[in-house]
């Protein structure tokens, strides 16, 4: 995607032998890079959310066990460096998946080549993470096109929660693909951007992607969507997911859950657009899915630019209150319109999927 004129990734090899990635926490006011040179750098970038969204939590994974046979490539370094990954973030299961495939590549060579070869097959799982999501896109960008072609003249009104922006990916995000695709093809377009508390994903990075690629939208409050709906203010809802059962339940940003049902009690399509990566096909009720509880210091804080320029934190709870944060929730298949996949749209259930991608399903159940 475009930064100001010039094409940038989310997470890139520099030439020191180190990773870039933008530094996501400097967001919207500061855009900021920094080069992870260690397993440590990847840990840290990943468990403080200086990368995330589940299919750039993958990829920096991926580099993140490459660094770390790096600096030790035997077998108990393997050992280590992917368990020390593997704690960083619970929910997002393309963490596990990363992991996994770059495992699965090395484990069999000799420990001088297993450095080289990890970098390799995290190069592949980034290439490969930017073609899934253009190609999803297309698909996503079919059902702008015919919501347009039965309000011919008017603007297609998307609602969005979270960042499932090209800034969660490699490059073009998974909810927002659709949309980026469709404003390029001149559909006239209108993004409702949750601002997706307490870590506020949608004011911070949605808004600020969407800025920067010249597509319209407004930034509202949570709680404003079913309102929206009700009045006739919403024509789709597209969001993202961090991880999706055999079946079709979503685990997405907390508050996805409230705005299904908001859509499925004003009859709004709800889509879910994801790749095949973020699909755990061991799963068959989302409820069995682990919800990462967060510090309560997101929901007490926030921060934010003062008048001067300053990037300031300041206190929204009184001393003494407890907090709680669960940072995700599950939307049950029951409420999804859809799942906007690599190979087409799906319907939310086991056949659905299993439809798409026989070859996995087949596999797990076997």
Known sequence: MQIDGKPWRTIWRDQAGGVGIIDQTCLPHSFETLTLASLQDAAVAIRTMQVR????????????LALGLDEDPTDIGLERAHRALAETRPTAINLRWALGRVVDSVCALLPEARAERAFAEADAIAEEDVAINAALGRFGAELIKEIAAKKPGRTVNILTHCNAGWLATVDWGTATAPIYQAFQAGIPLH????????RNQGAFLTAWELNHAGVPHTVIADNAGGHLMQHGQVDLV????DRTTRTGDVCNKIGTYLKALAAHDCGVPFYVALPSSTIDWTLTDGRKIPIEERSGTEVSHISGRTADGRIVEVQLTPDGSGVANPGFDVTPARLITGLITERGIAPASA???????????KSRAA
């Open 53 to 64: 969204g589940a299919p750039l939590i993958g990829a920096a994974a991926a580099y993140g």
């Open 191 to 198: 993004v409702w951007v949750d601002e997706t508390r307490p």
């Open 238 to 241: 597209i969001v993202g997911t």
């Open 351 to 361: 056949e659905g999927l299993a439809a798409l991608f026989p070859e996995r399903a």
